[in-house]
């Protein structure tokens, strides 16, 4: 089942992903090339609108008219003008192929246009002819204020396109659209297979969150329902006997009650834990004196320790006072004394000590019971976990005490940690930062 959920999961945030990033590198390529193509005439169009510029100042003023050996007046060298002018009449015929570069008509090379009066008004287009690119632009002049050469002598030309020879420029553009097609189709297939990592990696804390979820739902109807289920025979099994009294019943009332006080337990443990995963449950810190504090939550435990012929012992060599969650590290202590206790014999010892060692407050917590196996220790924290399997109901408790510890140490930004006693026994050590 979990398989098939990661790779559902998997399958839905990798489409996710590949589809935004395809639409980002589709816009980011388009914004790149769009911009390039429209920069790339500018010099071209400059050119373009030069000449026209000049045009229309030529056949707006009156008597004025030009020919070939007339200076375009540009106010500079028109040597170095590359514009070039096809001319038409009014039929839109061409009256000469012809280049003009200058002052001079030179026949360098045939451009067969039909001029089409759409194009009027309209800015600069690029055409192809054969293997040749043009940008160009129509222009309309007023009769008799353009003459050029023709067939039958100077002819009054109509129309005319200017144009700009831009192939070298359009060859450069399409290898600037290939370089950029396959750059992008590149960094499309690497972001894709990142975006399948990262998926797959991001899936990891979901499963795992979803994994212990289940395991706790499934522990917590076992470890519920066990007592519930003692509860119920006891109860049932003293209706079969209505006429006993509570004396000779009583077995079963002490049993029915313990359930019941194990049930609570485990309920408002359960409660704890699950407020641990929000934000329902806050840590409320206030200046503490910690030796104070400590003999006032140790000191049940002491005696506790002599009626079960235990010795307790306390040593706190803190002289400052310190932020904590007094009501927490209250449950804290109780967890840790209670584990102690419960799994040390008549005879063993257990010490409480408490330091400040640079910014943290150390509390340690060491008996010299039976000690933790070392595979004990790498999952003692975890929800439900017992090392006895028994579920002895003396010992094995509802492996649910630790878990909250941990989150308590962790909700003070601390530490926690397990480790031998020498010669026997176990320490659990806790840091807090100051």
């Known amino acids: 089942m979990s398989r098939l959920i990661n790779r559902k999961q998997q399958i839905d945030n990798f489409a996710t992903l590949a589809l935004g990033l395809m639409i980002i590198f589709t816009f980011l390529a388009g914004i790149i090339f769009w911009i390039y193509t429209s920069t790339i005439y500018d010099n071209s169009d400059r050119v373009i609108n030069q000449y026209v510029s000049y045009y229309q100042q030529v056949t707006d003023s009156p008597n004025n008219s030009y020919s070939k050996d007339k200076d375009l007046g540009f106010g500079h060298d028109p040597e170095v003008f590359r514009g070039n002018m096809l001319y038409f009449d009014a039929a839109g015929k061409q009256i000469e192929n012809q280049v003009n570069t200058g002052t001079r008509n030179v026949l360098t090379r045939k451009f067969s246009l039909n001029f089409n009066q759409n194009d009027l008004g309209d800015g600069p287009q690029t055409i192809r002819r054969n293997n040749t690119y043009l940008r160009i632009q129509a ?90 289920s003692v509860i119920q025979g006891k109860l049932e099994n003293m209706l079969t006997r209505p006429t006993s009294t509570i004396r000779e019943e009583s077995d079963s009332v002490i049993l029915s009650l313990s359930e019941i006080r194990r049930l609570n337990s485990l309920t408002n443990n359960m409660l704890t834990l699950a407020k641990t995963g929000s934000n329902m449950t806050k840590i409320e810190k206030e200046k503490t004196n910690v030796k104070n504090f400590l003999a006032t939550a140790l000191s049940p435990y002491i005696e506790m320790g002599e009626i079960s012929g235990k010795e307790v012992t ?110 026997k026994g176990t320490v659990f050590k806790v840091n807090l930062p100051l």
């Open 139 to 228: 222009v309309k002049f007023k009769k008799g204020t353009v003459l050029v050469p023709g067939s039958n002598g100077l002819q009054s030309a109509t129309y005319g396109y200017v144009f700009v020879d831009v192939t070298d420029t359009v060859v450069n553009l399409k290898k600037f659209q290939d370089v950029m097609i396959w750059s992008f189709l590149a960094a499309f297939i690497f972001a894709l297979l990142f975006a399948f990592y990262i998926a797959r990696q991001s899936m990891k804390p979901i499963l795992r969150a979803w994994q212990q979820q289940q395991d706790f739902v499934n522990n917590a109807a076992h470890e519920l329902r066990t007592p519930m």
């Open 314 to 423: 306390v040593d706190v060599n803190v002289n400052q006072k310190i932020s904590i969650d007094k009501k927490r590290i209250h449950q804290l202590l109780v967890l840790l004394m209670d584990n102690a206790l419960k799994y040390s014999e008549e005879g063993d010892k257990i010490n409480v000590s408490a330091s400040v060692n640079k910014k943290w407050l150390q509390i340690s917590v060491a008996d010299t019971g039976r000690g933790i196996s070392d595979e004990a220790k790498k999952h003692i924290f975890d929800r439900f976990y017992r090392e006895d399997k028994t579920g002895n109901r003396k010992t094995g408790g509802t492996g649910l005490g630790l878990s909250i510890a941990e989150w308590i140490v962790h909700a003070h930004n601390g530490k926690i940690t397990v480790s031998d006693n020498q010669p």
